[in-house]
């Protein structure tokens, strides 16, 4: 038996085969079209109880299920594209903004990525995927201290935080312009 359920506009489609549950998408936002997609699972589900059909080997059964039946071979993903590296994005963004932004804010942007990719050093020519949040949050640290060398580390640590910290009149820090 299978049962047609909702996420978000797209219908899904579960049930058991061999006391494992699988829930499968159905790729249709139209009801009509989930409701015989959900009959052929049903369907299919008959004709594998009473051994009408096999499951091949290598395919995973709940595509099987879902095909009607028809699915032969696995569903091979399809390659993902190789990421490009964070200096050929800093350069892209650089470029692809320069138009749609004021000339001084374009060029203060620009100025810190330029930081971000000498910081980086060799890993900006690495895929930007291998950048992790503590490159960055390392970054952003050594840049305050180097900007602000006179606040003590909680105070950096809590500015790294708290960007809008600065605004508080309970933080009156010396900072440097």
Same mark, same amino acid.
């Given at each position: 038996?299978? $049962?047609? &359920?909702?996420? +978000? ?24 079209? #989930? ?17 009408? =059909?096999?499951?091949? #080997? +290598?395919?995973?059964? &709940?595509?099987?299920?879902?095909? +009607? &039946? ?8 399809? !390659?993902?594209? !190789? =990421? ?9 963004? +650089? ?10 804010? $374009? ?13 980086? &050093?060799?890993? #900006?020519?690495? !895929?930007?995927? *291998?950048? #992790? ?6 970054? @952003?640290?050594? *840049?305050?201290?180097?900007? $602000?060398?006179?606040?003590?580390? !909680?105070?950096?640590?809590? @500015? ?18």
């Amino acid at each position: 038996m299978a $049962h047609l &359920g909702r996420k +978000g506009d797209y219908f899904h489609v579960r049930f058991r085969f061999r006391g494992k549950e699988y829930k499968k998408s159905l790729k249709t936002r139209n009801h009509e079209a #989930a409701q015989a997609a959900c009959h052929l699972v049903e369907l299919t589900l008959h004709r594998l109880h009473t051994g009408q =059909c096999l499951v091949p #080997a +290598g395919v995973d059964p &709940g595509d099987f299920i879902v095909s +009607g &039946g028809t699915l032969v071979r696995p569903v091979q993903a399809s !390659p993902r594209p !190789p =990421c490009p590296s964070t200096r050929r994005l800093v350069e892209e963004y +650089g470029t692809s903004v320069k138009d749609l932004l004021a000339a001084s804010y $374009h060029s203060s942007q620009v100025m810190h990525l330029r930081h971000l990719v000498k910081y980086l &050093g060799h890993r #900006a020519d690495a !895929p930007a995927d *291998r950048i #992790a949040f503590r490159d960055l949050d390392q970054f @952003l640290k050594a *840049r305050l201290a180097k900007r $602000h060398p006179r606040l003590d580390f !909680p105070a950096k640590f809590f @500015l790294a935080a708290q960007p809008t910290v600065q605004a508080l009149p309970l933080l009156r820090l010396p900072l440097a312009s």
